[in-house]
């Protein structure tokens, strides 16, 4: 069956991720249309077209374990000159995605990664374009803001295409507008805004 390039995000709902998307293309990415706004949990990664099912009932199994948690974004951010990226900044919700990514690469589950650079949830704006393009978009979205609550994260794959397509959503076991706990700081595995377990 071969290997197929999978990737694991939370998506940036109506109408925040079409303006984005919108502003992304109209900076000159051409990888605009191709890529879904979202906030990464697993970037591109490699895996057997076998191995699909399985990585859908792990995602399934995290996200039962879940329970909605607040997102919200403001101003922009920026990996240059390390990585030609800029960024809206995630600002409320941080905490919360970095404890599911972490699930999601687990070494127990199918989807082991290794990152090349320390997990930072962002929403990329611009990528890999000129310069004055890159400072375009720093500077024209450093007031955008945007809030709403997470009770999802999907499962995409990149076609032959470059196009980014989902194959399966995962609702939070919690969802249905439950309350979520306000983050208390740190990194672990309790995090009360987002497990839903006390």
């Known amino acids: 069956m071969g290997t197929v390039t999978l990737g694991v995000s939370i998506a940036v709902p109506e109408p925040f991720g079409t303006l984005l998307q919108q502003r992304r293309a109209g900076f000159g990415d051409p990888a605009a249309h191709g890529i879904p706004t979202?906030?990464?949990?697993?970037?591109?990664?490699?895996?057997?077209?076998?191995d699909v099912p399985a990585a859908e009932a792990y995602l399934a199994r995290i996200a039962a374990d879940c329970r909605p948690f607040p997102m919200r974004l403001c101003g922009t951010g920026t990996f240059r000159p390390l990585s030609?990226?800029?960024?809206?900044?995630?600002?409320?919700?941080?905490?919360?995605?970095?404890?599911?990514?972490?699930r999601v690469r687990d070494a127990s589950?199918?989807?082991?990664?290794?990152?090349?650079?320390?997990y930072h949830p962002h929403v990329t704006?611009?990528?890999?374009?000129d310069e004055a393009a890159m400072d375009r978009a720093y500077e024209e979205l450093a007031e955008y803001e945007a809030a709403w609550t997470c009770s999802s994260f999907a499962l995409y794959e990149q076609g032959g295409d470059r196009v980014w397509r989902k194959?399966?959503?995962?609702?939070?076991?919690?969802?249905?507008?439950?309350?979520?706990?306000?983050?208390?700081?740190g990194l672990c595995a309790d995090e009360p805004s987002l497990h839903g377990r006390t």
Request: include cysteine; hydrophobic fraction near 45%; glycine fraction near 10%.
């Open 167 to 185: 194959i399966n959503e995962f609702p939070f076991g919690a969802g249905g507008g439950a309350p979520a706990l306000p983050a208390q700081g």
């Open 84 to 102: 030609p990226v800029v960024y809206v900044r995630v600002v409320e919700g941080a905490s919360s995605c970095a404890w599911l990514q972490k």
């Open 125 to 129: 704006v611009a990528h890999a374009i």
């Open 38 to 50: 979202h906030v990464t949990l697993l970037p591109p990664t490699e895996a057997k077209a076998a």
């Open 109 to 118: 589950g199918p989807l082991t990664r290794e990152l090349q650079f320390p």
